[in-house]
């Protein structure tokens, strides 16, 4: 079971905001200004608009960083990021949805030799990727909820 939102990919967008897009198929807006005024160090992506175009991923995808001195988790962008739709919204990787939900790779192996998981509605193979909708995953194992 994953006990925090594991972040896949981060942009910086201007005025100071951030898309950032979550493991379980979600993405969300980030406004970094919030911070400036509460935590100084942040003041240095004010007058640094290349620091804050180096923005991210931190190894593991705990969080996102943009030098030693600056990076927030993962956890405190879910809580306070805004939910926005784009066009992956409900997509995950296969490895991230096993983590989710605590299963083996081998049951979705399974589900989709079986046919609970149909290949190209609810899965699909990009490369050597596979890719599952969360819909599905709650269909056949449960309500993402109970899993974080």
């Known amino acids: 079971m994953v006990a ?3 972040v896949n990919s981060v942009t910086a967008l201007k005025p100071y905001m951030l898309i950032v897009q979550f493991a379980e198929g979600v993405s969300k807006t980030y406004d970094v200004s919030m911070l400036f005024d509460k935590w100084p160090a942040f003041q240095a992506l004010q007058s640094n608009d290349a620091l804050f175009a180096r ?3 931190d190894v593991g995808g705990h969080g996102i960083v943009w030098d030693d001195n600056l990076d927030l988790s993962c956890n405190e962008l879910f809580r306070n990021g805004q939910v926005v ?4 919204d409900g997509l995950m990787a296969c490895s991230d949805a096993t983590a989710i939900w605590g299963l083996h790779e081998s049951t979705l192996r399974k589900a989709i030799a079986y046919g609970r998981l149909r290949s190209g509605v609810d899965v699909c193979k990009f490369g050597k990727q596979w890719v599952v909708s969360r819909d599905a995953m709650i269909r056949e194992f449960g309500p993402l909820d109970s899993h974080l």
Do not use: A, L
């Not at 739709?85 to 992956?88: A, G, H, I, M, N």
């Open 55 to 57: 923005v991210h991923v």
């Open 85 to 88: 739709d784009t066009e992956f």
């Open 4 to 6: 925090f939102h594991k």
